[in-house]
């Protein structure tokens, strides 16, 4: 398991899901930064949130459609 992350670095906080590692995972990366509407959004895979406390508050979602329309509204 992991979780991709998707960040403004302008603002606090972060939106996470949790997935697999795989070609699944690396197309809805690419995705993802398709569809950042501008520089400085991030989008990162990490382990375990508890290890990564840069990005907190983490914001979980519950499927790939709401962490897409997350980074369509940043």
Do not use: H, W
């Not at 992991?2 to 990366?29: H, M, P, W």
């Amino acid at each position: 398991m992991c979780y991709v992350l998707a960040k403004d670095i302008n603002q606090q906080g972060c939106v996470a899901f949790q997935t697999r590692l795989g070609k699944e995972l690396s197309a809805l990366i690419q995705e993802l930064n398709d569809l950042a509407p501008r520089r400085g959004i991030q989008i990162v895979t990490i382990s375990r949130p508890t290890a990564y406390g840069e990005y907190a508050p983490y914001s979980f979602v519950e499927s790939e459609e709401e962490l897409k329309e997350a980074v369509k509204e940043m």
